[in-house]
């Protein structure tokens, strides 16, 4: 059985923010483009509210630090997660220049939390009593195996992807050498990761 998707929605949140949203996963040419866009339609979304592009940025905050607040008092997020949101939402931008790979990021994360979760037999319960205050290694070796061993257990669907994806014409093997090797190093800090107490 694995973690629910609510469970690990909330544990790849973590993880994203703490291993830099997926930075690892690499920046590819256009970004900036992709950006202006996203500003243009982030100004066309305040025109027609009537407000400055500030406003719009200050609501939207605004309604994602209430919801940060809401998680924290209902118990669902401990302290040190909420404020590490906060500070997120508050530093970030609706229109950040790798906003498309943060969420290519969050998704590989998520099959990566799994992925591992599968590895360790954990199911979901299990999953959240255990990791805060540790990491996926520690989950690990505890149970008489390795991190390497987690850590490639952590890759391995997206490496079948990308050999498929290879065999299809659709990627080059270099470009899927490319992303599996940031894939692993993303997997490692992730598997090391010490997940905060609640």
């Not at 998520?110 to 996926?136: I, K, V, Y």
């Amino acid at each position: 059985m694995s973690p629910n998707r609510h469970t690990v929605g909330a544990l790849a949140a973590t993880a994203a923010v703490l291993v830099g949203a997926g930075t690892a996963l690499a920046k590819s040419p256009g970004t900036a483009e992709r950006s202006a866009r996203c500003e243009a339609r982030v100004a066309r979304i305040a025109e027609r509210r009537g407000v400055t592009v500030e406003q719009l940025t200050a609501d939207v905050r605004a309604r994602l630090l209430a919801r940060i607040d809401a998680a924290e008092k209902a118990g669902r997020i401990g302290s040190e997660r909420a404020a590490t949101l906060r500070q997120h939402v508050t530093e970030g931008s609706l229109c950040p220049a790798a906003a498309r790979h943060h969420v290519r990021a969050r998704i590989a994360l998520r099959g990566m939390l799994r992925s591992a979760a599968a590895f360790l037999s954990l199911d979901r319960h299990e999953l959240r009593e255990q990791l805060p205050g540790t990491s996926l290694a520690a989950l690990a070796e505890k149970q008489g195996t390795s991190a390497a061993a987690l850590e490639a257990a952590m890759v391995a669907p997206a490496k079948r992807r990308l050999a498929e994806a290879v065999a299809g014409g659709k990627l080059t093997q270099a470009r899927a050498d490319a992303r599996l090797d940031r894939l692993e190093r993303a997997a490692e800090r992730l598997a090391t990761h010490v997940f905060a107490k609640k």
